[in-house]
């Protein structure tokens, strides 16, 4: 099958980039094709390893672990295994725990089985460890399979944690186009959800002056494209199609690691998802997968974008008003929960809603609000439009289809920024003084 995009080019080698910048990925291999597990002994052994641990979940075992192993067991090669004894993986401490409490002494490598929970806790392990980990995916479900963070729940807050990527990506073509439907659709809609994150970049590339690099956003527009190109095809299982958007979810995590983080793939489409995740845990619920949030969360900040385009703004007012920080700290106990101490953390370090902070912000806002605006207009697709192809994908577009509540919603709006300290059109409304407004707005859209 041939290949959809040149993945292996970009890999283990310094590039010199135009924004002066140099990038560079650590993955060394990328094989996403038809019979890769077949291949997989040999990347192996191309490698060096001989004692390999796989993780995997009961369900990813059964899809594809149990091949992977009999094929290893072909070729020679050692290995031990754990096997997550749960319906859905939450990846905290205490899977944390059980992972590395199973790890056999002498292992060489880990070889991740699964997606997006399996492979950002062995990722974490491995780099914790010393160890390098290959991820066999599953699912084309999210874009963070070559990523160099981790994300994991850590004392009930979401969190990403800097460690490694993968040394190799394989990706057997006859396993991901049998994966679960609604796993693929998180996929497509964790790589739609990159409007709105370029979007907030470009914002705060503006406003912050942020350090922004033209091609590696090139970089996640081709993974949009491909992704819209392929669409209606993935939803067929045509193994054409699931490479294709596979690969355009690699690609991303590609220019994730040119980064060094993930603010060419994560913006306040993501936050939500946070939000909404621990919210769920917190609450002894299993939320929606990651990418079916972001696509949710995507509808839902276009919508806080459009109404910016149209919103004018009484900038002196703005700047004299004040930030009552014990009120905010009662607001996150009540709102975060167990998880209020981590969030009051992160604004302690990072102090985003200091008013004098925000006032030079705003200072740089008020010069450029026309064209702010103006940037919205041209860069941004329309609500309806990005409602409907959701709904063409049979993909959620509202936040209660998803078992966010109308309540969670609102408050979504307001203190899902408390997440991250990256600036986003969240973080935004809250320097004009439009959250709690524009909650009430959101809030009546999706219910109607």
Known sequence: MAGTLDLNSYLDREIMCSCGHKHYSAVKKIDIDTGAVKRLPGHIKDFGYEKVFIVADKNTWKAAGADAAAELEKAGISYDKVILDYDEVIPDEHVIGEILAAVV???DLILA?????????CKLISFRMGLDYIIYATAPSMDGFVSIGSAVILNHVKTTLDCHGPVAVIGDVDVLSQAPMRLIAAGLGDTLGKYTCLFDWKLSRLINDEYYCEEVVEM???AISTVMKYSNEVKNR??????????ALVLTGIAMSFVGNSRPASGCEHHFSHFWEMKAFMHGKFPALHGTQVGVGTIIALYLYHMLEKQEIDFAAVKASGFDKDAWIREIKEVYEIAADGIIAVEEKSQKNNVEQRNVRLDVIEKNWDKIRQ???DGLPAVKDM????????????????????EELYQSVIYAKEVRPRYTVLQLIWDLGLSREYAEKTRDYFSA
């Open 375 to 377: 940037m919205i207009h």
């Open 113 to 121: 089985v699964g997606s997006g929970t399996l492979n950002d806790l």
């Open 238 to 247: 045509k193994p054409e199609a699931v490479k294709a958007v596979t690969e």
């Open 220 to 222: 996640v527009e081709t």
């Open 105 to 107: 002494p002498g292992s």
């Open 387 to 406: 409602e409907d192809l959701f709904a063409g994908l049979e993909a959620p577009v509202n936040p209660t289809q998803i078992d966010v509540s109308l």
